[in-house]
């Protein structure tokens, strides 16, 4: 179950940054310039779907596991660790990005900005929150299933 809600948040996820994103960087067409070439909404969506898709499968479900078990493992209050977990989903972020447009740019990081790495942290944010609010659901749809079954 804890595999499935990270996958489904990946999912999730992925689906609400992309088409934020390509809501925000899709021009009007009023504002088009002629014999200027400009990407879809649905091109700019599909292309940030499959690229988030991929790093949030590959490297935020692993890197989430990792860091709740060590969590899970930590005697201190459950608001302390929700803080910490979300201070290392962010710091996880950064790294991503750091080494992905590393990888990008043939670890040169000529022209890497401040910024990219600052959408890391937004995007693993939004990993652990819709992480934490499948967990919510499941656990309430759960219990419920289970006061009905006891009547």
Do not use: W
């Amino acid at each position: 179950m804890n595999v499935f809600i990270r996958i489904a948040s990946s999912f999730l996820s992925s689906f609400l940054i992309s088409f934020t994103l390509a809501y925000i960087n899709t021009v009007p067409e009023s504002e088009r310039l002629s014999n200027t070439y400009y990407f879809s909404f649905f091109d700019q969506f599909m292309l940030l779907f499959i690229v988030l898709l991929l790093i949030y499968i590959v490297v935020a479900v692993l890197y989430s596991i990792g860091v709740d078990n060590q969590l899970r493992t930590m005697k201190v209050s459950t608001s302390i660790r929700e803080m910490i977990a979300i201070l290392l989903y962010i710091v996880g972020g950064f790294i991503t990005v750091f080494i992905f447009f590393g990888l990008l740019t043939g670890l040169s990081y000529r022209g890497f900005v401040i910024g990219s790495v600052l959408y890391g942290g937004a995007f693993a944010l939004v990993y652990y929150l819709v992480t934490r609010m499948l967990q919510f659901v499941c656990i309430r749809i759960l219990k419920n299933r289970g006061s009905r079954h006891a009547l």
